[in-house]
C-alpha cells in the first residue's frame, strides 16, 4: 500500500531563508510524485510533478524537488522565502498519472518578517 | 480548462438526514475521487471510481457510499449523517495529464 508521511506539521522561515519541507513515500512500484499548495480558502494548486526522467523537478513560484529513491523521499525546496510562500503544502504519491492519489498530512509553512 | 465542478460550496445538514454531494467533471476522465479535508490530517480518500458502475473504497470509506451512473459524475452519500462528518470535501478526476480537484463543500452537521 502507498503512503506518504510529511515530518513536520508546522515549519516557520524568515524571509529570505530557505525553505526545506520533508516527505517521505512508501510505494510497492516507481512512484509519480507531487507537491500541493493550498493557501488560505483556496483550493489545491500544483506546485511541480515526478513521472520519469530527471530527478530533479522545478516547478512554479521558484520551487524544487528532488526525488531520491534511496531515501525513499521527495523533499521540497526553494531557495529564498517570500511572505507569499505562507500557505499549506501536500505532498502526494501515485502508481501511475491518474490513478489512485494518496496525501500526507500536510505541512503549513509560515513566513516571518 | 478542465474543470471539476461541486454542487455546494456551503452544506448545513442535520444529524440523521441523507446528503448527496454531487461532482461532474467535463474533462472525459477515466478516474474521480472523493477526499474530506481535516486540519492537521491532509487529505483522506474515502472512495475513488475508475468507470462508470465501478468503485473501491478508500482508507476512511466508513458511513459513506459512492454513485457513478454516467461517467462524468461521481456522487458522495452520507446515508445518516453525523456530527464527525462535518468537514471539507473534495472531489477530483484523474488522466493521464495530472488531476484536477475541485473548489470543496464545506458540510456542517448539526
Known amino acids: 500500500a502507498q503512503s506518504v508521511t510529511q515530518l513536520g506539521s508546522h515549519v516557520s522561515v524568515s524571509e529570505g531563508a530557505l525553505v526545506l519541507l520533508r516527505c517521505n513515500y512508501s510505494?510497492?512500484?516507481?512512484?509519480?510524485l507531487f507537491w500541493y499548495v493550498q493557501y488560505p480558502n483556496q483550493g489545491l494548486q500544483l506546485l511541480l510533478k515526478?513521472?520519469?526522467?530527471?530527478?530533479l523537478v522545478k516547478g512554479i513560484n521558484g520551487f524544487e524537488a528532488e526525488f531520491k529513491k534511496s531515501e525513499t523521499s521527495f523533499h521540497l525546496t526553494k531557495p529564498s522565502a517570500h511572505m507569499s510562500d505562507a500557505a499549506e503544502y501536500f505532498c502526494?504519491?501515485?502508481?501511475?498519472?491518474?490513478?489512485?492519489?494518496?496525501f500526507g498530512q500536510g505541512t503549513e509553512l509560515s513566513v516571518k518578517p | 480548462d478542465v474543470k471539476v465542478t461541486q454542487s455546494s460550496r456551503y452544506l448545513v445538514k442535520r444529524t440523521g438526514e441523507k446528503v448527496f454531494l454531487e461532482c461532474v467533471q467535463d474533462?472525459?476522465?477515466?478516474?474521480m475521487f472523493w477526499y474530506r479535508q481535516d486540519p492537521g490530517l491532509g487529505l483522506r480518500l474515502i472512495y475513488f471510481?475508475?468507470?462508470?458502475?465501478?468503485?473501491e473504497k478508500g482508507d476512511i470509506p466508513e458511513g459513506y457510499s459512492v454513485s457513478r451512473e454516467k461517467k462524468e459524475r461521481f456522487s458522495l452519500i452520507l446515508e445518516s449523517a453525523s456530527t464527525n462528518q462535518t468537514s471539507m470535501y473534495l472531489c477530483?478526476?484523474?488522466?493521464?495529464?495530472?488531476?484536477?480537484f475541485g473548489s470543496g463543500t464545506r458540510l456542517t452537521v448539526v
Open positions: 471510481s475508475y468507470d462508470v458502475k465501478m468503485k
Open positions: 502526494a504519491v501515485s502508481e501511475y498519472q491518474g490513478g489512485k492519489l494518496i
Open positions: 477530483a478526476s484523474g488522466g493521464n495529464y495530472g488531476y484536477t
Open positions: 515526478y513521472t520519469t526522467g530527471a530527478t
Open positions: 510505494s510497492s512500484v516507481p512512484p509519480y
Open positions: 474533462m472525459d476522465h477515466e478516474n
